[in-house]
């Protein structure tokens, strides 16, 4: 993991909260399904993406799976499962969960998988070399500029997200493995918008702006610096924090399958996304994970609707639409109004 | 890292995803489903509404409720034992005499997926084999897989257009038809053909829609109880639900059951009946409309293990049931979109269904007459075959146009209205496939976008592996025994290297920039821009055309349609855009100019092309210089960007006593004074043309931007700045 020396403390950004706490509800749940961050450049998007990676929890892997399945459950590539058929025992071992960049410049072979060069010059064998979604599976997907992404890597992100299974039926080859990921995204919006269907794939959507408190500015900076200058004694600096950090996620983890939600929380739930006129049922969905995720981390017994309130924005701010000739949902006083001033 | 692939991948294992019966709500969406299960020649359910609506979910989960079937064991293509539409070998084999292994196995939903090669759908030569033994073996591809079993496409208004073509070849004759890499077979491919789309992406092709028996619009539910047990169950455990094994027992008797229907004349008439009066278009909705109601028929006797005979009598309930699902997508609606309220459609249906004797039955006298019995009798045999018998729909559908005129065609069908500019013939970036894997234009050269099949070039820069293994590979065995080194190495030679060809999708990027101060005229400008871009739409999905739309007035300009291809979105966007206040002229061309500039960013081949709609007369200053000449120079800059623009001049008078009646000071009212036209003067600054003097319509708008789109492109890169 000598890559991640060089990566800057997570504890160690100035403000940014929603942000933040999207990214650490994902650690928590990573069935929230992931987040779009909007926002200008600079401001420490990327950053903080990169930075979680040192705060995720470890993951058992079965030994020589190039999907890097689970040793249980029911998302295990066909290799594996053959050998579970055929009653051996899968070797485990732990490891880190990772961040899998996806470059915007990625071909399409890069990012499914292709032929195996190789073997079908060498020894007429085809064989499949697995791709970006064979890598990111169980890890987190990042896509830096999501939106400047060419439409058909986008064709095949959104299968992929939709089903958990990366199926590949080109070149020749034919074959599916499960990639399964927390997909994270980062957009300038000044740039293009992303396309309606993948908007909906992000589980949370939050707006980062630059920070406008002289203070925290002036911090942002000198950490900036500390950290440029000697980054291993900056990151050892900063250890204990993300010592705590860790430890945080990992109780709120354990707690999650244990956290409470009432029917009247659910409904308090269901009236937002109806008020708000939202599509479909995802937000919905992903609003239970989320407070749930929340009142995890805040180690809270049960999910009340101040946890709703506290992730409504983050849930709903990409899946309202503004209808012309009225004025835009306020989603905040709407939050208010159903919820209460929990 | 290499994964070495032993025959064909073990789909069945595929996780599992929620289950049928376990989806709230959408009770629609299920219903066509199950009938499209109960009865193939239905031809397929197309699933259209927005995200989050359990769309994809549901067609996964009818994996599990899926009749069994038998099947040919070691028959590549699933045949029937002793049905019809046999491979040839299968045919072979039974006229031989030989007893053929049978199975029985379920139903399978295969997934066609969007990026998806056509070698991998259609088949090829078998790699290894030819390699290895020098032996020339076609590889069944999807189609082949799909024979007989569920064909899901997820997104399938994204489908790329050569896989849209292979597909629809197979749909309407029920074979899939190989010629390439030295290989020729034909083999059946007949499946039950299920689409999900969400509009907001983009429209269907007409004859792709056409194709799907079915159709049915979801949306989310609104209930406040609904959405409560929606999110209970998503917090359950998966299992297999006791719902979706009755409801595969009940599917099973239900196909069982469809042979011993009867299906009395009144409900084929009324089919008929249905579909002239909702003026739909073609004939197949009939046909659909009676198999869907047998299909339901069937479903409702299937509840019980032994239906009376009164239950297997198809009623005109079962009609009234079906028909919005068969007759949604073929409507001829006013301005052409789908998701359109079908207007009082199901009030007078099922006007007619209650009223059947009064309203009904005389009208059928009246028009249908001897033919119309034709028609039902017809119908009528074919609603009685063994629905194993499978015989393709579209054969029959044929049959039924040509030869049979039912009592639709001897009612003209009313022209479509609407555009007056219905469908406009914009210039195509790209050839329309023909022949099987050939393509010229359109392809990219740097290697960006999708591969979608190769080519014999002398130097390839971007070398198909694949398709140049598949050319050297009947020759290996030869080409080894001739060279000395012999062994297992892969022996090339020149004439089989194969470049990738590559397609992207490169359609224009249209971007109004509409004038919307107070003027007498703002209303109906407005109107016909928002008229125009809707017609501009309608093809949109075909051309990967974009519009966009940048309005402004008082003191700034908005970007009141981000660059969309979706008619929904226009419409949801364009319904009500505000008008009056001044003429910030600058601020919309630069609004305007910065939309294409972060197009271009994103996809430096899209084609833009700025539309202003303006009397030109700019009366507020972005930078605090003179408006006009702020304009101006936006306008020499739009020039220098290499950006196509077109000058629509909204306003009607060029009297210099007229305009120098508009309030004074304006640096264009002074100019206007000397006989100064700024819309003319503006368009030469952008190199565009210009039009004038004439009530603004949508076929004004329409015209000179059809024209402007006809151009030979340039391919105007923007000279650095």
Same mark, same amino acid.
């Given at each position: 993991?000598?890559?991640l020396r ?13 942000? @933040? !706490?999207?990214l /650490? #509800?994902?650690? &928590?749940?990573?069935?929230?399904? $992931?987040v779009?961050i =909007?926002g ?13 990676? @040192? !705060?995720?929890? /470890? #993951?058992?892997? &079965?030994?020589?799976?190039?999907? $890097?399945?689970?040793? =249980?459950?029911d ?18 071992t ?15 072979d890069?990012v499914?998988g292709?032929i ?12 499949f ?8 599976n ?9 939106n400047l ?6 064709d ?15 070149e020749g ?14 957009m ?9 269907q993948l908007?909906d794939?992000?589980?949370l ?21 500390a ?26 983890i ?11 929380v ?13 599509d ?6 992903v609003?239970?994970?989320a ?8 180690a ?9 309130a506290?992730?409504?924005a983050?849930v ?6 503004s ?8 989603i ?5 109004r159903?919820?209460?001033?929990a | ?7 064909v991948?073990v ?18 969406m ?10 193939p ?14 769309k ?5 989960a ?11 064991a070691?028959c590549p293509y ?9 491979c040839?070998?299968?045919s072979d084999?039974?006229a ?14 295969v ?15 078998d ?15 999807l189609l082949?897989e799909?024979?007989r ?6 997104e ?33 491919s ?7 789309m969400?509009p907001?992406?983009g429209?269907l092709?007409?004859?792709?829609l ?11 539910l ?16 998966p ?5 979706d ?29 249905m579909s002239?009066?909702q003026q ?28 009376s ?24 609606s006013?301005g ?9 459609v ?7 269904l ?8 005389p009208?059928l ?6 033919t119309g ?12 075959e063994?629905?194993?018998?499978a015989?393709?729909?579209?054969a ?9 005129p ?7 069908v009313?022209?479509?209205?609407g ?5 406009i013939?914009l ?9 099987r894997?050939?393509?010229s ?24 592996l694949?398709?140049?293994l ?14 000395e ?7 090339l030679?020149?004439q ?17 920039a ?6 007498m ?5 407005m109107?016909?821009?928002r ?26 300009a ?8 979706s008619v ?9 855009i505000?008008?009056g ?7 919309g061309?630069?609004?305007?100019v ?5 197009e ?7 084609l ?17 210089e ?13 020039r220098?960007?290499?950006i ?15 305009a ?5 000071g ?18 030469e ?13 949508e076929g ?14 340039s391919?105007?890169r923007?000279?650095?700045?």
């Open positions: 993991m000598a890559e060089n990566v800057y403390p997570f504890t160690a950004l100035v403000g940014q909260g929603q942000m @933040r !706490l999207a /650490e #509800l994902n650690a &928590v749940n990573p069935a929230i399904g $992931g779009l =909007r200008e450049k600079g401001t420490a998007k990327s950053t903080a993406v990169r930075a979680l990676a @040192r !705060l995720l929890p /470890e #993951l058992e892997v &079965v030994v020589g799976c190039h999907f $890097g399945c689970a040793p =249980r459950g998302a295990m590539c066909s290799d594996c499962q053959g050998r579970l058929a055929a009653g051996e025992e899968l070797e485990v732990q490891r880190q969960m990772r961040v899998v960049e996806l470059p915007i410049n990625a071909s399409e890069r499914v292709s195996d060069l190789e073997a079908a010059i060498h020894s007429g064998q085809r064989r070399e697995p791709g970006v979604l064979a890598e990111a169980r890890q987190i997907l990042y896509v830096d500029e999501v992404l060419d439409d058909h890597i986008v095949v992100l959104l299968d992929a997200a939709a089903m958990g299974v990366n199926v590949v039926e080109r080859i034919s074959v599916w493995h499960p990639s399964r990921f927390i997909l994270v995204g980062t300038n919006p000044e740039e293009g918008d992303l396309r309606p908007l794939r992000f589980g959507c939050v707006d980062v702006s630059g920070i406008t408190n002289i203070a925290d500015r002036v911090e942002i900076v000198q950490r900036r610096e950290f440029e200058d000697d980054p291993v004694g900056f990151a050892a600096e900063w250890e204990e924090e993300e010592g705590r950090e860790r430890d945080r996620i990992d109780r709120a354990a707690a999650l399958p244990g956290i409470q939600i009432s029917r009247q659910l409904e308090g739930i269901a009236r937002l996304a109806i008020e708000l006129e939202v479909g049922h995802r937000a919905d969905l609003a239970r994970k407070a749930q995720a929340y009142a995890a981390l805040e809270l017994p049960q999910v009340g609707l101040a946890e709703v506290a992730v409504a983050m709903l701010a990409h899946r309202v639409h209808r012309p000739g009225q004025r835009p949902h306020d905040a006083a709407s939050t208010r159903v919820l209460g001033e | 890292m290499s994964v070495y692939l032993s025959g991948p789909r069945s294992g595929q996780p599992e995803s929620s289950s049928f019966s376990g989806v709230i709500g959408q009770e629609r299920k219903l066509a489903l199950l009938l499209a299960a109960i009865e020649r239905i031809g397929g359910v197309l699933i259209r509404g927005e995200r989050g609506t359990a994809s979910t549901l067609v996964r009818m994996a599990a409720i899926l009749p069994t079937q038998e099947q040919v070691d699933h045949c029937s034992p002793s049905g019809p539409d046999q040839a070998d299968c084999r039974v031989r005499g030989e007893q053929l292994p049978v199975v029985i196995r379920p139903t399978r939903v997934e066609l997926p969007l990026g998806g090669s056509e070698d991998r759908i259609v088949g090829s030569i790699l290894e084999l030819a390699l290895r033994q020098g032996r020339r073996a076609f590889q069944p591809g082949a799909a024979n079993q569920v064909l899901y496409v997820d399938v208004n994204l489908l790329e257009h050569h896989l849209v073509d292979v597909l629809l070849d197979a749909a309407g004759s029920g074979v899939n038809v190989v010629e390439r890499e030295e290989i020729s077979i034909t083999h059946p007949r499946f039950v053909l299920v689409g999900t969400n907001d992406e429209e092709r007409p004859q792709l056409d194709r799907f028996g079915l159709c049915v619009e979801v949306s989310g609104r209930g406040l109880e609904d959405r409560v047990a929606v999110m209970r169950r998503d917090a359950e455990q299992m297999v639900p006791s719902g094994r009755q409801l595969a027992e009940r599917l099973e008797r239900a196909q069982r059951l469809l042979p011993r229907l009867e299906t009395p004349e009144l409900v084929v008439r009324m089919a008929a009946v002239v009066d739909v278009i073609g004939h197949r909705s009939d046909l659909v409309l009676v198999r869907a109601a047998q299909a339901r028929r069937a479903l409702q006797a299937a509840v019980t293990e032994r239906p005979a009164d239950g297997l009598v198809v009623g005109l309930s079962d009609l009234a049931e079906v028909a919005e699902l068969a007759l949604v997508h073929r409507r001829r006013q052409g979109s789908l998701t359109e309220a079908p207007p009082g199901s009030d007078p249906l099922s006007e007619q209650a009223a059947p004797a009064e309203v009904g039955m009208d006298k009246g028009e249908a007459g001897p019995e034709t028609t039902s009798e017809n119908g009528l045999a074919e609603g009685e063994s629905p194993e018998g015989a393709g729909a579209t029959e559908l044929a049959g039924s146009t040509d030869s049979r039912g009592p639709s065609t001897a009612q003209p009313e022209v479509e209205e555009f007056e500019v219905g469908r013939q210039p195509r970036e790209r050839l329309r496939r023909r022949g894997g050939r393509r234009q359109t392809t990219s050269r740097d290697r960006r976008g999708r591969y979608v099949g190769a080519r014999e070039v002398e130097h390839p820069t971007d070398l198909a694949d398709a140049t598949r050319a050297a590979a009947p020759h290996q065995v030869s080409r080894r025994a001739a060279s080194a012999g062994g297992r190495q892969l022996q030679e020149p089989d290297l194969r470049q990738k060809v590559r397609q992207r999708r490169i359609g224009n990027l249209i971007v109004f509409v004038d919307a101060s107070a003027s005229d703002a209303e109906q400008r109107d016909a821009t008229s125009a871009i809707f017609a501009l739409l309608q093809d949109a999905y075909v051309r990967r055309d974009r519009v966009a739309l940048v309005s402004f007035s008082g003191r700034s908005q970007v009141v349609l981000r660059p969309t291809a929904d979105l226009a419409e949801r966007h364009l319904t009500r505000a008008v206040g001044t003429t910030p002229l600058t601020h061309l630069t609004t305007a910065n939309l294409i500039a972060a271009r960013r994103r996809d430096p081949d899209v833009p092309l700025l539309v202003l709609i303006s009397d030109g007369r700019g009366n507020i200053s972005l930078g605090g003179e408006p006009l000449l702020e304009a101006q120079r936006m306008a020499d800059q739009i220098r960007e290499g196509r623009a077109l000058v629509i001049d909204s306003s009607r008078d060029h009297l210099p006593q007229l120098a009646a508009r309030p004074s304006s640096a264009a009212a002074r100019f206007a004074g000397y006989n100064f036209n700024a819309c003319v003067d503006l368009a600054r952008m190199g565009a043309a210009y039009f004038g003097l004439f009530d603004l319509s004004a708008i329409l015209r000179p931007v059809t024209e402007a789109l006809r151009q030979p492109q391919s105007g923007p000279s650095s700045l």
